[in-house]
């Protein structure tokens, strides 16, 4: 067996190491700089309680984007050097977050061994690549990303850190071949137990859905489906789940080979970057499309984000979190029981809202990231919550999971044509989407992010907007010089959340102004960039009446988003005249 020694490193703090909404997240050059990665491990360490450590289990894969299988490495050797008994990581080093979450919570080692956490080595949405993004969190025992508590105790590591400790003469391990390694350390026996990424998450999905019925729905001859993994992780489990357990034909699949740059592209699943399934649903009006497939979804770099596409038609990630809890019970037999509750992160839009007073289910809104969800999850309060951010899922896992939500949707589409798949017409996305407006109401939502813009330029219009926030009836002044038909603004303020599980307090969790009608604009600073400041501007608008809910998006919302724009001075700040995104 080969024998390792622990050495001592010395090292300095060095600034920038403060984990943002979902882990840090930094350019690839930053993470290579000397100590770099190795600090914010040690920190990691350090934050824990020794049991978490010493002789325990953890996991260390991701989404495989470059720089991950270095990472692997210099983790490995320093899980070894603090006393880590076991490391566990996915073959060739990929687990999808979703999939990193269940093998916490789910998979039983050969010897008995559960895992305690997992570092997850992704930027998830951000582009990958040598010039590009690289990112690491810590999931905990409940398979869920750190708490505040424990993120701000690992940025206070890193400002006083001396000091970090790695296994320097451990060899690399092969993490291409499934199987144990074993070495000798001081403080005993160190394994290393390379398995294969899709086993444990395609059994729980197996656990969670009805796979016969989402089959049949498949070899419908009627029913067309395509997946969209943008050259993510999600293609890892893209073949097993769809192609050899459900029977989709190889050819619905596209981008599944996971790449450690994702094909030069940005493995975000919105309509601007997932352009190949956008053109394929026919949603690209300058390439029109004979006959698109009946559904369409895209995963970004970890698989834990998703869109959902019918043919020619766009659902909203917060419609499609509040279609899925309105049918959750009937169509997947996870749920059957019931469910215990929902949530949503503030930003989202309320038609969860709607569905919940309903069906008179408990209701929660949380700041944005999902490790909000995971106490409520915890105490049995939640089962299925979502994110405007293309973040859907449920309380199987502590992560948002985009194959499930995929899965969820099939699912829908499979109970609303039982005894239909033979028949003339299926029933489509778009009309389930359809005959939810009309049901609950519509809650048109769209969102402007300014990405990469001067991170001074970017605080200065969110102070602009709090101090507005001191004068409502100035407010309203100028927001009727604006547009004279909008309602009245009834609340501005900060969101401010109370964890109803451990009272913890979040303040400064985006700045609203809510309207008399209910409709809202949202203000954010999104915390998973990795230069400059990313501006997101959430706007809704609710529609109650039937003969209203058809319009398209962009023309209801239209004065609202004037309003939206001058209210903030968005161009005045930020030297922009358009978006980078709109979703
Ligand atoms: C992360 C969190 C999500 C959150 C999103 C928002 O997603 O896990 O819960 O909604 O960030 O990002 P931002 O702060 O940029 O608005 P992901 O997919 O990047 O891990």
Redesign the pocket.
């Given at each position: 067996m080969v024998m390792f020694k622990v050495s001592r490193v010395e090292t300095n703090p060095i600034e920038g190491q403060k984990p943002?909404?979902?882990g840090l997240r930094k350019k690839v050059k930053v993470f290579k700089q000397p100590h770099y990665l190795e600090n914010f491990v040690q920190a990691t360490f350090n934050a824990l309680s020794a049991d978490k450590v010493k002789g325990a289990t953890i996991v260390v894969s991701g989404d495989g984007r470059y720089y991950s299988k270095d990472a692997i490495q210099i983790i490995i050797k320093m899980a070894a050097a603090n006393g880590v008994r076991r490391v566990w990581v996915g073959q060739n080093g990929l687990l999808s977050?979703p999939a990193v979450s269940a093998v916490i919570r789910e998979r039983v080692g050969a010897d008995g061994s559960k895992a305690s956490g997992a570092f997850i080595l992704t930027a998830?949405?951000n582009p990958g690549g040598p010039h590009e993004d690289f990112g690491i969190k810590y999931n905990m025992e409940n398979g869920g990303?750190a708490p505040e508590g424990i993120t701000d105790k690992i940025y206070d590591n890193t400002k006083t850190i001396k000091e970090y400790f790695i296994g320097e003469d451990l060899p690399d391990v092969d993490i291409s071949i499934v199987g144990l390694t074993s070495f000798g350390g001081p403080e005993g026996h160190f394994d290393v137990d390379v398995f294969d990424a899709a086993d444990d998450y395609v059994k729980l999905m197996k656990s969670i859905f009805d796979f016969e019925s989402i089959k049949k729905l498949l070899a419908s001859p009627k029913f067309t489906f395509c997946y969209d993994a943008l050259h993510g992780v999600a293609g890892a489990y893209a073949n097993r789940i769809f192609v050899e357990e459900l029977g989709a034909q190889e050819s619905s699949l596209i981008n599944c080979t996971p790449k450690e740059d994702f094909g030069g592209g940005h493995p975000d699943p919105n309509l601007t970057y997932a352009k190949e399934l956008v053109i394929r649903m026919g949603l690209n009006k300058s390439k029109p499309q004979d006959n698109p497939p009946e559904f369409g979804a895209a995963a970004?770099g970890?698989a834990?984000?998703n869109m959902v596409l019918g043919k020619r038609f766009f659902v909203t990630p917060s419609d499609s979190v509040a279609i899925i809890a309105a049918n959750a019970v009937q169509a997947i037999p996870y749920f059957s029981d019931g469910l215990k509750g929902v949530a949503r992160?503030m930003p989202t839009s309320a038609a969860l809202d709607v569905v919940a007073k309903h069906l008179k289910l408990k209701f929660f809104e949380v700041p944005?990231?999902?490790k909000f969800f995971g106490n409520l999850m915890d105490a049995g309060m939640c089962s299925v919550c979502g994110?405007e951010?293309f973040?859907t899922g449920s309380d199987h896992i502590r992560e948002?999971d985009g194959i499930w939500a995929v899965l969820a949707w099939l699912s829908i589409l499979a109970f609303k044509n039982k005894g239909n798949l033979g028949g003339e017409k299926l029933v489509t996305v778009e009309d389930i989407v359809r005959q939810h407006w009309a049901t609950f109401g519509r809650h048109y939502y769209t969102r402007y992010d300014y990405e990469n813009v001067d991170a001074g330029a970017a605080k200065e219009l969110m102070a602009h907007l709090i101090k507005l926030q001191s004068d409502i009836s100035g407010v309203n002044k100028i927001i009727k010089g604006i547009h004279s038909d909008v309602s009245d603004v009834v609340q501005a303020d900060e969101f401010e959340y109370k964890d109803p599980v451990d009272g913890s307090i979040s303040k400064h969790q985006g700045i609203r102004y809510l309207f008399a009608d209910g409709s809202r604009l949202v203000f954010?600073l999104?915390?998973?960039?990795s230069e400059g400041a990313?501006i997101?501007l959430y706007i809704e608008q609710y529609e109650k009446e039937s003969s209203k809910i058809g319009r398209e998006s962009q023309d209801a919302l239209a004065p609202l988003v004037e309003v939206a724009l001058k209210l903030s001075k968005m161009t005045e700040f930020t030297g922009r005249s358009a978006p980078t995104v709109i979703t």
């Open positions: 943002g909404t979902s977050t998830s949405h990303p970004d970890d834990d984000r992160s944005t990231g999902w994110e951010s973040g948002k954010r999104s915390g998973t960039g990313t997101r």
